[in-house]
């Protein structure tokens, strides 16, 4: 466990350390609409051949987690959904679900400050029911969509490391192609695009003699479309006063006090940083409340390999009892080829009621092979 820790520990370091021509957190956009969506199932079946039935197997784990950002300088949205199952025919069975969502809109388009409503929902199998309650309140903080700056910075660093550019772009050369890159929509065509990024680097007066090749136009266009990278930055606080519609202990309504934070951070295009933390309670919060509290970072070590790693803690409390769950997780997916996966995936768990850490270990391999 502590080796995880420390390998982590080096990779964010080495994000922390590393620098770019302009830094990513500096870049401004006035639309952030992102979304992230990741699904996770394992199983395992194991009948004993000497007919022990303790030593039989049959259960299996399946996580959804869906999060997503809109930002406009007027208002903006943030949902987050989040399912945990552990399913097993011969122990427990148990359930985590939450969703909670917030529209906020802000006093000017200058400021950061914003009011918001907003309500979430909690269900699990140590509830006696459903829990549902509103929240209102006020808040302060932005995010921004950095990717267009991200891809413009890894197009800048291919040109160099191929000789076809002799120095990197000047951070006004990167921001003026962040601009036509985050404008991708505003053109008739990909080819209208790429005209106007090819003159970006053709007038930046770093490009070497033999100038763009078929090869380097092929490399830039991949970059600009490829899907499912995106980069953001920013935070934002959030207080408020909510009402527990439906109490999950099957009490009465109760008036709650609510609080958010989101942090998002990135140094280079290879890194991603997040932290989500929430809580809420009513007046009485030392002797009942909840936390959760979820921090994620993603690597991309090669173009062909990924590793994220996430952990998310939970607590509720009951009569000033409070009952812990940890949930560390690391993933590698290796792409050598665009018909071929290979991923590996990490989980570790502990319960209130485990004796000690569980450990789930999963290797894909999938292959196109026509």
């Known amino acids: 466990m502590r080796r995880w820790v420390f390998v982590l520990g080096l990779l964010l370091l080495g994000g922390a350390l590393s620098s770019v021509s302009m830094p990513l957190c500096n870049y401004r956009s006035p639309l952030t609409d992102l979304s992230d969506l990741s699904i996770a199932f394992s199983y395992q079946y194991h009948n004993d051949p000497y007919g ?9 784990q399946f996580n959804v987690s869906y999060v997503q950002l809109y930002d406009t300088p007027q208002f903006g949205l943030d949902v987050s959904l989040q399912s945990d199952m552990s399913i097993s025919v011969l122990d427990i069975s148990t359930y985590t679900m939450s969703a909670d969502g917030n529209y906020k809109r802000y006093f000017s388009f200058e400021e950061d400050y914003f009011a918001f409503a907003g309500g979430s929902a909690r269900s699990s199998s140590s509830y006696q029911a459903l829990g549902l309650s509103v929240n209102l309140g006020i808040g302060y903080g932005r995010f921004t969509d950095v990717t267009p700056l991200a891809k413009a910075t890894r197009i800048d660093t291919y ?49 070497s003699a033999r100038g763009l090749d ?72 030392l002797e009942q409340n909840r936390v959760d509290v979820t921090a994620s970072y993603d690597y991309l070590i090669a173009d062909f390999l990924t590793m994220s790693a996430t952990y998310r803690f939970s607590r509720e409390t009951w009569n000033s009892v409070p009952t812990d769950t940890h949930r560390v997780s690391f993933d590698l997916t290796l792409t050598p080829l665009s018909s071929a996966n290979v991923g590996l995936s990490i989980i570790l768990e502990r319960r209130p009621y485990y004796l000690e850490w569980s450990i789930d270990i999963a290797l894909s391999i999938s292959m196109d092979l026509l």
């Open 52 to 60: 022990l039935k303790d030593e039989d197997v049959n259960q299996g």
């Open 159 to 207: 040109l160099v490391n191929r000789g076809t550019l002799t120095a990197h772009l000047y951070p006004v050369d990167l921001q003026a192609l962040a601009s036509e890159i985050g404008s991708i929509a505003s053109y008739d065509s990909l080819a209208d695009l790429l005209t106007a990024v090819q003159d970006i680097i053709e007038g930046s007066g770093y490009l």
């Open 214 to 285: 078929a090869l380097d136009i092929s490399e830039v266009t991949r970059l600009i479309e490829e899907e499912g990278f995106s980069r953001y930055c920013g935070w934002d606080v959030k207080a408020g006063i909510g009402y527990q519609l439906l109490d999950p202990s099957k009490g009465g309504g109760n008036v709650l006090i609510t609080g958010a934070l989101n942090y998002a951070f990135t140094t280079t295009p290879k890194a991603q940083f997040l932290v989500q933390g929430s809580f809420s309670g009513p007046p009485t919060i």
